[in-house]
């Protein structure tokens, strides 16, 4: 078995992880049950049962990355890690295309984001022996990238030739099966989740407005994001701001974030769950999380269309796709889907489905396999970005009439 070192860059401590936290936590988890030694360091040095814990710091990664064989790390905690730690087999874990999302905070505060998410993500594809991702559609966007860097060539081509050896798709999984009650339709409440700058609230809000009209007693939740100051809340402000300027304070409300361990009762308060976001690069990009947190727990999914999750929402028949930022369309979504209970509850059994087929052990077997045997990539550094493409800017013409005889003539 190997000792595996987890660098989290979210807060663990105070229970309440989101994405990243969630997978980190569940990443702890499937490898402490195959036997192996687990040390997670993290923004507050929260811990998980069983792992030894320490908050993110250069003596920590230094320490800790001497006494581990693998390092398992997601986002700019990277830059730390690539500082600090000993020369061990690294796997960057690429499920959150954090370069994509922060877009949305340029207006917000500057350039300097961009400029350190693209520094950071490029130091990150140098440096790993291995990555994971969440979907092909990331797989593909992340393929380009490492093509890019050199880091897709002929020799870990030549060897390999799908690329599993450096980057593998390892979905977000969920915990095991529950019993699910049934759900709630006499006292017919929607849950939205926590507010991200890239999701539209708004639409969700009025929906809802507009679905009260036939079902009288609909409510509306929302979340506060536990890392508030790690996460820009301008969307959220608008929310609460739209909320009380329209007087809808009686049918939607904000509340806390529930404790990781606790969300199971949270989620049986609800009829379904409802996400509402435009079309962009970051919606072809991201794997909603939240929605497959939500099939876990039985509640039908009302969406915008995404394609991490439109696929998997459709083939369980464990919700509705609205192909619309139409508060009217997505209002008759509702109120057909909370009218018919027939249908609730086969999309009930659809998402049971979805959870006993998508158990973290199986999705993120990839990691496990690595773990069992963790190495540096072979191929790493054989074609350095600034090697093969400044050689080729500054040949003289004869390297490329060779080059054209050897692809017989194509140019």
Known sequence: MSRILLLCPEPLGHGQPAGVGIRFLEFARALLAEGHSVTILSADG????????????????????????????????????????APIPLVVDLYDPYIVENLHYFDERG??????????????????DFFLCAS?????????????????NPVAYRDDRNAGNLLAV???????????????????????????????????IEA???????????????????????????????AERHVREKGYDSFVTFEQWTPYEERAAFFDRFAASILTFPRSIETDLALRTRILDYLWAGLPVITSPGRGTDEIILRHRAGV????????????????????RDRVAAMVAGAATFASENQWARTVAPLLDFCRNPRIDPAKHSFPTDGPSAAIANAPSSLFDKIRRRLGGRT
């Open 170 to 204: 390892a979905p977000f999984g969920v915990p095991p099966p529950r019993e699910i009650p049934p759900r709630r339709l006499d006292e017919a409440a929607l849950l939205f989740g926590g507010i991200y700058d890239w999701y539209e609230p708004l639409v969700a």
């Open 46 to 85: 929260g811990t998980v049962e069983g792992c030894a814990a320490a908050a993110i710091s250069p003596a920590a990664i230094r320490d800790a990355s001497r006494a581990s064989d693998v390092a398992v790390l997601q986002g700019h905690v990277a830059n730390e890690f690539v500082a600090h730690a």
């Open 321 to 340: 796709v609205v192909d619309s930022n139409d508060p009217a369309e997505f209002a008759k979504a509702i109120v057909d889907l909370l009218t018919d």
């Open 111 to 128: 350039e300097q984001v961009f400029v350190h998410d693209h520094a950071t993500l490029l130091r990150s594809l140098r440096q790993g």
């Open 208 to 238: 809802v407005a507009i679905a009260r009209k036939r079902i009288s007693g609909l409510t509306l939740s929302f979340n506060r994001h536990p890392n508030a100051l790690l996460t820009p809340q301008s969307k959220a402000a608008e």
């Open 136 to 152: 092909e559609a990331q797989r593909f966007f992340y393929l380009g990238m490492l093509i890019s860097l050199g880091r897709l």
